[in-house]
């Protein structure tokens, strides 16, 4: 399995890697399935040269989970959505408390379920080791290709039967992403990779260019915010699509560099209460930030800890790893605001011809997480609705986001205070 989907390095990897995997057949679906699965295993391979010899021991951490539970989970999700979900073909029109078959792993369901096993006791499982881990990753992907391929390429909803296959892949791309900020956080060295599909981490340096756009303008219009059901696969909280009325507003044709951060802190913007809503400005105390996550100095350059080692970063790359809180202070003390997430994904299509790009950190919005009218939650009920009203949209990508999770109206959602993500921000006028 593994040597089939390496040997694809090239077209059809680069396929299997596409935005357009919402809509994908089975075929190619089934080699996207195995390309998340080797970028899991590599990750695994990081892990194991950066912890083996501490036993895998990592902190107890909101922002961490115990890696061999991180791998294991994405194992399970997979078993328990598809191997084990007898109406699995029946896409969000299933029973999702429905009596289930018996996992292959006895213990999968007391170590692996994220719903029923509270973030703090994962530290305290007798988690099984890395070899067993693996096994358990071959086997439940197995069992998923094979299903996958028994589905009828004439069914009469292929959005339906595909559906899981769909979340299974995008959920195991979150998680890379999930194991790319836990090893920055760790300071683990990250490998860059052979060139041939297999870096771990997508290079920023090709797609940030030193020249800095204008703000741009855009006049008032009906914008569609959120995705339809029925063209390939939807996230629960993007649906449905409804009209916005946005009226005239300016938004950075760029997120904010730290240059232009970097303005903030030598004016004192930590120390001044007045930039920080009462919230945040708990949280800069609490936390005695002073610069961003990472920063070692922030004067005459950034140096900030990258996976390990101190990087010295140009001053017109964007501010990484800044909680919404520190991004809501800047905005004020520059005279600005955070963009509301309409205006961000109406500015990322029409802007696209005229300079709006995105794709190098995950941007804070201004707007809290809730559901969009009508919303129904899917049959993975614990993906949206429990965060709604306590955490903050994000919208674009960051470096470490997979291909196919870089969707302009694809919606993260993190805790206000999260700074360990690859997040920044950009700008509106106020």
């Known amino acids: 399995m593994n040597k089939k989907a390496s040997e694809k390095c090239g077209g059809d990897a680069g396929n299997a890697r596409s935005p357009w995997l919402r809509t ?9 399935l195995m390309d998340a699965r080797n970028h899991t295993l590599r990750w695994l391979s990081v892990y194991e040269a950066g912890l083996d010899a501490m036993g895998w021991r990592v902190p107890m951490r909101p922002e961490l989970n115990p890696p061999l539970w991180e791998a294991g989970h994405i194992g399970w999700f997979q078993e328990y959505w598809i191997g084990r979900h007898v109406q699995r073909q029946r896409g969000t029109a299933c029973d999702p408390t429905g009596v289930r078959l018996a996992s292959i792993e006895p213990q999968a369901d007391s170590w692996y379920d994220s719903s029923a096993v509270p973030h703090d006791s994962r530290w305290l499982l007798d988690l099984p080791g890395l070899q067993h881990t693996k096994d358990y990753l071959a086997e439940t992907m197995e069992i998923t290709l094979d299903l996958l391929d028994a589905i009828d390429a004439d069914v009469d909803d292929p959005d339906a039967a595909l559906y899981f296959h769909r979340l299974a892949l995008f ?17 683990l060295k990250v490998p860059t990779g052979d060139g041939c599909g297999s870096d771990l981490l997508a290079p920023a340096a090709g797609r940030v260019h030193a020249a800095q756009r204008p703000p741009l303008t855009f006049l008032p219009m009906r914008w569609t915010l959120g995705l339809a059901r ?18 005239e507003f300016e938004i950075d044709a760029q997120a904010v560099t730290w240059a232009q951060y970097a303005e903030f802190v030598e004016d004192g913007g930590y120390d001044d209460e007045r930039w920080w809503s009462a919230a945040g400005w708990q ?49 004020r003390w520059a005279g600005r605001r955070l963009p509301t997430e309409v205006e961000w994904e109406a ?49 674009g990508a960051s470096f470490a986001t997979s291909a196919r999770l870089r969707h302009s109206k694809f919606r993260n959602f993190y805790r206000p205070e999260r700074d360990d993500p690859f997040c920044g921000f950009r700008s509106c006028t106020a």
């Open 24 to 32: 994908a057949s089975k075929d190619l679906l089934s080699l996207a």
């Open 171 to 187: 959920h195991e791309d979150m998680h890379g992403e999930a194991f790319a900020m836990m090893a920055q956080t760790l300071g």
């Open 230 to 247: 029925g063209d390939g696969f939807v996230f629960d909280n993007e649906a449905s699509a409804h009209e916005v009325a946005l009226p």
């Open 283 to 331: 949280w800069v105390q609490r936390e005695g930030r002073r610069v961003p996550r990472h920063v070692d100095q922030l004067r005459q350059g950034v140096l900030q800890r990258r996976f390990g080692a101190l990087v010295n970063l140009p001053m017109h790359r964007p501010v990484v790893h800044v909680s919404w809180y520190e991004a809501d202070a800047w905005c």
């Open 347 to 395: 500015a990322a299509h029409a802007g696209a011809a005229r300079g709006f790009r995105w794709g190098d950190v995950w941007e804070w919005t201004a707007t809290t997480f809730r559901a969009y009218p009508g919303f129904n939650a899917d049959p993975y009920r614990d993906y949206s609705q429990p965060w709604f009203g306590t955490h903050k949209v994000l919208r």
